[in-house]
């Protein structure tokens, strides 16, 4: 979407100019001819856009869409044109890229454009979840329940996320605390007690001899090791931003005993969930597994979904190659084998959801649990060996010059 300046003269002859938001020199035409204006002089304008709404990869957040879902089904289920719900919604959402979104999706409609189509030109800033379901709405004439569907599926994925986040933060801010104490102590504490042993003509204990030359390296190279550290982890998140070192590191973490439990989990309750709204939406199988796995979160199991696209797009059923790829859990398997017997795999799928969503948050919370006094007494044992360290050739030079 573009802004053009545009003078034209009316059917008395009077000069009108003004500024219309358009895709096109033509919508602008369009328009001023359905004001029965002849067009004069069109001319598109250089916007200065804030760099804060300006991201070439940036996307509406789950939690935004959420909130906006919610407020556009409520409208339309009262009966709201959507060019008026376009226009109230961007006028009430917080989010600055959401709401410049909004506002230009309400010009198009507002000039004829589908609501599927005007979604689908911005399908970089909005999942495909996301304009896949508003096109299968719009399709069946169902818009209202589909975008509430979709509300209380951005919901989920929302609070999901949310508890990954809290169950890891604890942990990495631990350990973040921990690394801060232990820098500290060995680069500042620990060298006010060099004079002090060297003084006492004593062999010193392994344990502090060891902190001592930890101490000294510290000292000498910690400038060094920090930016090999910070080299490391920008070299380490380049490769996995690429393909092939981001598939090796999502095989490399499938492999960890707890990790990949959970891994599995997250992914079964996205597989499940995703697919049920899809197809509850009405959308085919095929188009709706090559939504699914993209937003799986994982490229082992993207790469087993593909051939599972791919034996479907022939025929085949959806229950017997996914066991195959013994990737998702059992019950899951013959929850799909029930749903595809039945007719009813979309109300499987949403029940198989459900599950997997309670038993990962008793998961996450069992092991958050365990972390915090793990945590604790990780970082109580650094420092008691650090104390420890530097008391016990004190607690010898007082035996000595008793």
Request: glycine share 6%.
């Amino acid at each position: 979407m573009a802004k053009y300046k545009y003078l034209a003269k009316d059917l008395h002859g009077t000069t009108i100019s003004g500024v219309y938001q358009a895709t096109n020199r033509d919508d602008v035409i369009r328009m001023l001819r359905q004001k029965n204006y002849y067009p004069l002089k069109i001319e598109k304008v250089l916007q200065v856009r804030d760099i804060r709404d300006m991201s070439l990869w940036a996307k509406v957040g789950a939690k935004d869409l959420s909130v906006m879902c919610k407020q556009l089904a409520a409208m339309l289920k009262a009966g709201i044109p959507i060019v008026q719900c376009l226009d109230v919604l961007s006028r009430q959402v917080s989010n600055r890229l959401l709401a410049g979104l909004l506002k230009e999706i309400h010009t198009e409609v507002q000039t004829g454009t589908l609501l599927s189509n005007a979604f689908h030109k911005r399908r970089n800033s909005f999942p495909l979840l996301f304009v896949s379901m508003i096109e299968a709405g719009e399709a069946s004439g169902s818009l209202d329940v589909v975008v509430d569907n979709l509300a209380q599926h951005f919901e989920k994925e929302h609070k999901l996320k949310q508890k990954i986040k809290s169950a890891l933060t604890y942990p990495v801010l631990v350990l973040l605390v921990a690394s801060g104490v232990v820098y500290f102590l060995l680069t500042a504490v620990v060298p006010m007690f060099v004079g002090i042993f060297a003084r006492g003509y004593m062999e010193l204990p392994l344990p502090t001899q060891m902190l001592l030359s930890l101490s000294e390296f510290l000292t000498k190279y910690g400038i060094i090791v920090l930016l090999l550290l910070a080299i490391v982890v920008f070299v380490f998140f380049v490769i996995i931003s690429r393909d092939k070192g981001r598939r090796k590191w999502h095989g490399l973490i499938l492999k960890l005993p707890i990790i990949k439990r959970l891994i599995l989990l997250t992914v079964s309750a996205r597989f499940a969930g995703t697919l049920g709204i899809l197809l509850g939406a009405g959308i085919p199988l095929v188009r709706s597994l090559d939504i699914v796995k993209r937003v799986v979160g994982n490229e082992v199991v993207r790469e087993g979904l593909q051939k599972v696209q791919d034996m479907t797009r022939i025929g085949s059923g959806m229950s017997a190659p996914l066991e195959r790829l013994n990737l998702f859990p059992p019950m899951l398997i013959q929850m799909l084998k029930v749903g595809e017997e039945s007719g009813a795999i979309d109300e499987m799928l949403l029940k198989t959801a459900e599950f997997y969503e309670t038993d990962l948050e008793n998961s996450l919370l069992r092991l958050t649990t365990l972390l915090e006094p793990a945590m604790i007494v990780l970082l109580g044992g650094i420092v008691a060996f650090v104390v420890l360290a530097i008391a016990m050739p004190m607690f010898e030079m007082m035996n000595i010059v008793n």
